[in-house]
């Protein structure tokens, strides 16, 4: 199965990201919109594995201890910027995410999974391109909301989803919950 570790976002923030999608959508015709219930935070992608793993990944992050921290979402950009954007996402404050990304990546390594190449950059992922590049028009009409503010929320939980490729995209279902506590807590919740 394909799995991933991810923070799931509140509807509020999900409802401002898809008023953003819905004007946006016009301007881009060469993107793949990610669907508004399925915008998530993933740090740590897994890929392909064999369900006999699940319980090893469960067990590494059950035993991770990480207070709950503060995601400020604002702003629109794009990778790798915008004179050649393949990617278009809404943009994040958490200084202690990426920290968080290195320690899943850390664990998952031990594990034998591959260890990431790029530095975690926080962003949610809005569309993809279908090809090489999204429209030039889409960067234009996406400049009003680069410092747009969509919200705060409190990260105390992550989440391990499985994602099932369909011709209509990705459907995610949530495999386990984990919640995020000192080390003088118990950290997971079942």
């Known amino acids: 199965m394909r799995v991933f570790i991810a923070v799931e976002l509140p509807d509020e923030i999900r409802k401002g990201l898809e008023e953003v999608e819905r004007d946006l959508r ?58 050649s954007p393949r990617v278009i996402w809404a943009g994040m404050e958490a200084p202690t995410m990426a920290r968080l990304a290195e320690e899943l990546d850390a664990r998952m390594e031990r594990m034998g999974f591959e260890k990431e190449r790029r530095a975690f950059r926080p962003h949610i992922t809005l569309a993809r391109a279908r090809d090489n590049r999204m429209d030039s028009s889409l960067v234009t009409a996406a400049a009003k909301y680069a410092e747009r503010p969509f919200g705060s929320f409190e990260v105390d939980r992550l989440f391990l989803f499985q994602s099932t490729l369909k011709p209509t995209g990705a459907v995610y279902h949530k495999l386990k919950e984990y919640l995020l506590k000192p080390q003088s807590q118990s950290p997971v919740l079942e």
């Not at 993933?42 to 392909?48: A, D, P, R, Y």
């Open 26 to 83: 016009s301007h881009a015709e060469s993107a793949k919109w990610v669907a508004p219930e399925s915008i998530h935070v993933t740090l740590k992608f897994l890929g392909e594995v064999p369900n006999k793993r699940i319980d090893g990944i469960h067990d590494a992050l059950a035993g991770l201890s990480w207070k709950p921290f503060i995601i400020k979402v604002q702003g629109i950009g794009f990778f790798p910027g915008a004179r």
